[in-house]
C-alpha cells in the first residue's frame, strides 16, 4: 500500500515576521524623466513658446537700438542759439538779480564765440579770453573795444559787491546782442567761413 505525500498546509505569515514588520515605502512623487515621457508634447509647446518669446525680444531690442543709433540731431546753429537765449533771459519773469544775470549773459556769449570761432571761451579767464580776442584776426579792431567794456563791467559785478542797475543790465544785454547780430552780418557779407582760434595778429 502506497502512501500519498502529506499535503503541506501553507502557514499564514505572522505580524511577528520581520518581513512583515518591514515598511515598504510607497512612492510618491514620480521620476523627472517619467514626468517629461508622459507630457513631452505639453514640455515641448512650452519650449518653443519660450524660444520664440526670447528670438521676438532680441529683435525688438536690437531694433530699438539701432532706431536710437540712427537718430542724429540736426546741428545747432550757435547764432540763433544765441539770439534764443538772449530773448529768453530777456523776457524771463521774474527778471534774475544782477549777479546771476550777469553770470548767464557771459555764458551765451561766450558760447557763441566759442562754438563759431572755436575759441576754448568757457575755459578762459576774462584776461585771457581778451588775450584771445585781440589775437583773433575776425574781432581785432572790430569788437576788441566793444568786448572789452562787456568784460570789464561784468566782472565787476560777479566779483565785487558794486551794484547794478536795470538800464545797465539792458545796456549789456543790448552789447551781446549786438555783437552776435553783427558778427553774424558780417560773416555773411564776406561769405567766408569762422577763422580759426590760431589766426594770430601779425607782429
Not at 35 to 55: K, P, S, T
Not at 63 to 92: C, F, G, K, M, T
Not at 152 to 164: A, F, L, P, Q, T
Request: aromatic share 8%; proline share 8%.
Amino acid at each position: 500500500m502506497k502512501w500519498s505525500k502529506p499535503i503541506q498546509v501553507q502557514e499564514k505569515p505572522s505580524w511577528l515576521d520581520p518581513v512583515v514588520q518591514k515598511d515598504q515605502p510607497i512612492p510618491v512623487f514620480k521620476p523627472l524623466i517619467q514626468i517629461l515621457g508622459e507630457n513631452a508634447l505639453l514640455c515641448g509647446l512650452v519650449a518653443l513658446f519660450l524660444c520664440g518669446g526670447l528670438l521676438v525680444w532680441l529683435y525688438l531690442r536690437k531694433r530699438s537700438a539701432s532706431a536710437v543709433d540712427e537718430v542724429i540731431p540736426p546741428p545747432i546753429d550757435p547764432y540763433q542759439e544765441a539770439l534764443d537765449h538772449i530773448a529768453e533771459l530777456q523776457n524771463r519773469k521774474p527778471r534774475l538779480q544782477p549777479k546771476p544775470f550777469v553770470f548767464r549773459l557771459s555764458e551765451i556769449l561766450r558760447v557763441y564765440v566759442e562754438k563759431l570761432f572755436k575759441v576754448p571761451a568757457m575755459e578762459l579767464t576774462s584776461e585771457e579770453f581778451m588775450r584771445e580776442i585781440v589775437s583773433h584776426s575776425f574781432f581785432r579792431n572790430r569788437y576788441e573795444d566793444l568786448l572789452r567794456e562787456f568784460v570789464d563791467r561784468g566782472d565787476r559785478v560777479k566779483y565785487s559787491k558794486e551794484i547794478m542797475g536795470q538800464d545797465e543790465m539792458n545796456q549789456l544785454l543790448n552789447t551781446a546782442l549786438h555783437i552776435v547780430k553783427d558778427s553774424h552780418k558780417r560773416l555773411q557779407e564776406e561769405s567766408i567761413q569762422p577763422i580759426p582760434a590760431n589766426t594770430k595778429a601779425s607782429k
